[in-house]
Nanobody
């Protein structure tokens, strides 16, 4: 079982930045693909970014390309999401996820964190 714990959420004004982190409890974290998802009130959970086990491949949803960057540190069992030029529409609960298989843009991940709130005001 893999436990994922997100941190770094908060409130920021439009145009600001936040960095989310996700710590994994498993020593073999470097064999897992990772992803970030978000869920706004009244909406379905949606894909944000994902990275394969080595960090060689990344994929982003179109709305965050050029603004968000996913990264990982396998030595520290962490994955991060740097979010710049934030917009009010980025407001959501952000979740990290881990997958034994290849990185995915769908919700088909084996393990999920509890989420961290990001609020962007205009």
């Amino acid at each position: 079982q893999v436990q994922l714990v997100e941190s770094g959420g908060g409130a920021v004004q439009a145009g600001g930045s936040l960095r989310l982190s996700c710590a994994a409890s498993v020593r073999t974290f470097n064999s897992y693909a990772v992803g970030w998802f978000r869920q706004a009130p009244g909406k379905e959970r949606e894909f944000v970014a994902a990275m394969n086990w080595s960090g060689a491949r990344t994929v982003y949803t179109d709305s965050v390309k050029g603004r968000f960057t996913i990264s990982r540190d396998n030595a520290k069992n962490t994955v991060s999401l740097q979010m710049n030029s934030l917009k009010p529409e980025d407001t959501a609960v952000y979740y990290c996820a881990a997958n034994r298989n290849a990185e995915s843009t769908t919700l088909n991940y084996d393990f999920w964190g509890q989420g961290t709130q990001v609020t962007v005001s205009s």
